[in-house]
């Protein structure tokens, strides 16, 4: 059961709506089942004689009566409004149940107290089988505007109780943190210009993803632009200095041809322009770090920045863990973008479900995660897909993503927990679709019988408690194709697999062979690094994040557009 509080100024205007055919002719029977006084509400949708300006002017009464005692201004956003809706599935309440969950609803809310004689006016209108919208006007009896802060958490965890009296599906719990849902407007637009996603959620996306590449706040803008979003910021009037902005999608525009804005907070919490500042320093191009030398490092370093992620959710500090995740999840775009394999799809969706787990009511400590973050960016800018290291990397985040679930649902972040887990799920499918052919070309090239005795003893001196899980393992044949790839680059094969095996435990490890695989492959090459370090590099090249298209257009675009856009 989901509620949904806000507040407007116009009472008329919503009972017109409430009473009305609605946008698509889609409601039906609407009328009233709950109010502050049944006998003394009249019902448009019962009584053929009562009038919606009748509705308005007896809730309106004593925002009237404080309209005079303020000369003539009525109280700002008097108008409380809050739909309930049961959750897919659920059976339908009846109209005596649904009064039941608006009595409770506005008692939890602070609108009416039961008993309380001075509570403000409200009704709830039922119009469809499976919510009401609940309205009230916030001026009490007594002249005084009700305690409504936090209302919609109260009457969040009061729906929470309703369910489990009702038998109905148990919702997750929020804390606040998440975004906004499109509203039915912004749905009913979607659908009939035949898109899949609302223009809000298409740009939390877009404003997503180009965070997650960008290293500074006019890199952030400049690549928005070059999408065709529309950018406008606000600008402090003493300093000048930018303390908003809004996106408009290309093409969504209302009925008098201007620009939808939508601003950075009310696309994600974590959008705004304050909180993308704490993740993106000013940072001058010339001082990243390239690896034209050796292409395979930003996957590499990707990889060690997600083990030491992992052992960060289990340090005990909240802060630095909620920066890592944060940091995560701009990864996974990231992760995303330098892939070309079939298994891309599976990383988008991924990165799209990660970002309900990437935020809490813990304040993140960025500063934390800057390895994570920055070689996540160095992926955005990354020219080839290395095999096996692009899998070690994949195979990382399979188990933070998973490590992501638990972190949040120990702490009680109930919807976190389950967008991690939906995004664990889409990064184990594209694993078991891109491992089989890796796993099996390393097996092909494995190194003679000799070496591969020779590597056994090296298991059984190093990792003693789990030498025969690890030799019967389906993927000690790619192992031993790995150890020899890691001996000619200078690591000792019993020395690293006791490096890489006591980093974290092997017990819960179905495959531990394929665990130690790609621990190992994410290794350093020793010999390759004591070359860089004999010769001087000198110079910089400069680097464009390359940005895929949307999977979904952008509103309102023609099809020749939509090419040159891409």
Known sequence: ?????????????????????????????????????????????????ATYSQLAKRLDHHADLRTRELGGKKPPQHVWHCPV??????????????????????????????????????????????????????????GRRPRTHRDGQRAQAE??????????????????????????????????????VTARQWLREQAYAVAAAVSSEADYFTVLQSLGIKVKTRLGPETGDVIG??????????????????????????????????????????????????????????????????????????????????AFGDALYNIASATTSPHRAELRAAAKAFNRARRSAIRADHQGATALRKAGKELAYASSEPGGLAIALLFATVHLARAAAKWHEQRGHEQQATAAEEAFRHLQTGYQQAVPPVLADLARRAPRAATARRFEQDVRVALPDHADRILADPAWAALTTTLAHAEAAGHTP?????????????????????????????QPNKRAQAARGRRTISGASSVSATLHPPATPPMGMRPEERGRHR
Request: proline share 7%.
């Open 1 to 49: 059961m989901v509620p949904d509080a806000s507040t407007g100024s116009d009472s008329r205007g919503l009972i017109v709506y409430l009473f009305g055919p609605g946008r698509r002719d889609e409601h039906t029977d609407p009328h009233i089942v709950a109010a502050w006084d049944m006998a003394g509400a009249p019902d448009p949708g019962r009584d053929p004689a």
């Open 85 to 142: 809706r049961t959750a897919p599935g659920d059976r339908y309440l009846t109209d005596a149940e649904w009064a039941e969950v608006a009595r409770r609803i506005v008692h939890a809310a602070g609108i009416a107290s039961e008993g309380d004689e001075m509570a403000c006016r409200w009704i709830a209108v039922r119009h469809a089988d499976d919510h009401i919208h609940i309205m009230a006007t916030t001026v009490r009896a007594d």
């Open 159 to 196: 729906c929470r109780k309703i369910e489990a009296e009702f038998g109905l599906r148990r919702l997750k719990s929020g804390d606040l943190t998440a975004p906004r849902t499109p509203t039915g407007a912004e749905r009913a637009k979607a659908e009939r210009q035949g898109q899949a």
């Open 245 to 326: 902005y809004s996106l408009a999608a290309p093409g969504d525009t209302n009925a008098a041809g201007e620009p939808v804005w939508y601003g950075g907070s009310k696309l994600a919490p974590d959008l705004s322009i304050n909180r993308l500042r704490e993740r993106l320093p000013d940072q001058e191009v010339a001082d990243r770090p390239q690896y034209a030398a050796d292409p395979a490092e930003p996957w590499r370093h990707a990889t060690t920045a997600i083990h030491t992620a992992h052992s960060v959710l289990d340090s005990g500090d909240d802060a630095a863990a909620q920066g890592y995740l944060a």
């Open 494 to 522: 019993r020395r690293l697999l006791a490096e890489v095996g006591s980093e974290r435990e092997l017990d819960s490890a179905e495959h531990p062979a394929e665990v130690l695989n790609w621990r190992i492959t994410a």
